[in-house]
């Protein structure tokens, strides 16, 4: 008989967590979702609101709130909560109040005696992937957060779009800092398994001011989603999923999630978006591209940002 469980806790009922719940109930992912947040209510709410379609769904999913003890057996606790930013306020001022909200997260969570995996939202995502590691003490592997995928994701959509292809037939990838520094290196890009680059000339739709424009519209993209409606949910929350999947399904998967970098690249002590192997234990392997003189020099811009944004942090 199959015993086994598949559970996530899940910490911050937010839009984005939110959005992650209704995307792992509609993919029928997990067999047990257990909501946390300050507000005990809203959790209960969300529950609620969730089981009631369970009828219209193909999952048996068990969903309820609950509290820092049902972290015990979970598989993954995944990090949505965090505050925002005042007007006025630093960024290193929003990074020390976000490292307290952390604070009073992880402990509990070390408390129920959790030993699964860490997979964290909260922006900035990287730093706050990095106090993760930090405050838990976990092993870096077993600490993730989802980095550029959702990045990636929009990268492929938007070759996809301009090339007349699958997305999924498309490999390229964002990587570095989830935010102003991050960037593509089209070196590794390519279509099936020819390099974009080589189509340069070769082909009308494919111009280097074209693939500049299109890295630009992903670096901007959420800027743009934040200035039409307010926030963006659903696309980090179906990025959340899949990256779900992959730790459950033991899949090894290559996503470009927030990892610890211990020498690849030539960087060190530094959470960053690269391609990994994901699987049950978290991040199997950095995979190292073979990068251009001049993306590995950007990849170092990004990763001495990250670096710079912790000065002055304590926790």
């Avoid at 739709?205 to 200035?227: H, M, N, S, T």
Wanted: proline share 3%; glycine share 10%.
């Amino acid at each position: 008989m199959k015993t086994d469980n598949r559970k996530i806790v899940l910490i911050g009922t937010g839009m984005v967590g939110m959005s992650y719940a209704y995307s792992l109930l509609n993919q029928n992912v997990c067999d047990e979702l257990i909501l946390i947040d300050i507000d005990k209510k809203r959790a209960e709410g969300e529950a609620m609101d969730l089981n009631h379609g369970l009828a219209f769904s193909g999952s048996h999913m068990k969903i309820s709130a609950g509290d820092y003890q049902d972290c015990q057996d979970a598989d993954i606790v995944v990090i949505c909560a965090g505050v925002a930013q005042k007007p006025g306020e630093s960024r290193l001022e929003l990074l020390k109040r976000n490292a307290e909200v952390f604070r009073s997260i992880i402990g509990p969570v070390k408390g129920s005696g959790f030993g699964g995996l860490f997979l964290v939202a909260t922006n900035p995502v990287d730093i706050m992937t990095r106090i993760t590691w930090e405050l838990s003490g976990f092993d870096p592997q077993r600490v993730l957060g989802t980095g550029t995928a959702l990045d990636t994701a929009r990268l492929r959509y938007l070759l996809g779009a301009h090339l007349h292809v699958d997305p999924r037939n498309i490999h390229a990838y964002v990587m570095g800092e989830h935010g102003d520094s991050e960037f593509v290196p089209w070196s590794q890009a390519m279509v099936a398994t020819c390099p974009v680059q080589e189509l340069l000339g070769r082909t009308p739709l494919v111009q280097q001011e074209l693939l500049d424009q299109i890295a630009e519209e992903v670096r901007g993209a959420a800027y743009r989603i934040i200035e039409a409606k307010k926030a963006t949910y659903y696309g980090i929350g179906m990025a959340m999923t899949r990256i779900t999947k992959a730790i459950l399904g033991d899949e090894n998967s290559v996503l470009t999630v927030s990892a610890m970098l211990s020498g690849e690249y030539g960087q060190h002590a530094v959470f960053a978006g690269v391609p990994c192997i994901i699987g049950q234990n978290g991040v199997k392997r950095v995979l190292e591209l073979p990068l251009k003189e001049e993306e590995l020099e950007r990849l170092a811009h990004s990763c001495d940002i990250l670096r710079n944004s912790v000065e002055g942090l304590t926790l």
